[in-house]
């Protein structure tokens, strides 16, 4: 893997402080996917998720998406899935509507 970027080395530091702060580590597993370091971006989403279902629609999204761009179809129309449910229960119908296009890229993929 290639060296951290300043950023990243950032949110952990920031991390590290406030270990439980999901805006840090939703952004931490962001930074993860766009540096390239798929699997912890995506363990780090997952584990957001399972620390607050219902909390993270943003996170469902993110993980269904880079299952997505990974040709991982099963995962993502599983995690894809499961945030419609979530966005629809919380009454965010922009979140789930994305999810939903996500969706038919899966199905036409996969």
Do not use: N
């Not at 439980?20 to 998720?49: K, M, P, V």
């Not at 099963?74 to 629809?88: I, K, N, Y």
């Amino acid at each position: 893997m290639a060296e951290k970027s300043p950023r990243r080395r950032a949110l952990e530091a920031s991390l590290a402080a406030d270990p439980t702060d999901a805006f840090l580590r939703y952004g931490l597993a962001l930074q993860c996917l766009r540096e390239g370091d798929r699997q912890e971006g995506q363990q780090r989403l997952r584990e957001l998720i399972a620390d607050d279902p219902a909390g993270q629609v943003a996170a469902y999204q993110q993980l269904g998406q880079s299952y997505l761009e990974d040709g991982q179809f099963g995962e993502a129309r599983r995690w894809l899935s499961e945030g419609v449910r979530r966005a629809r229960d919380r009454g965010d119908d922009h979140a789930a509507s994305e999810m939903e296009a996500l969706l038919e890229q899966v199905d036409a993929l996969g």
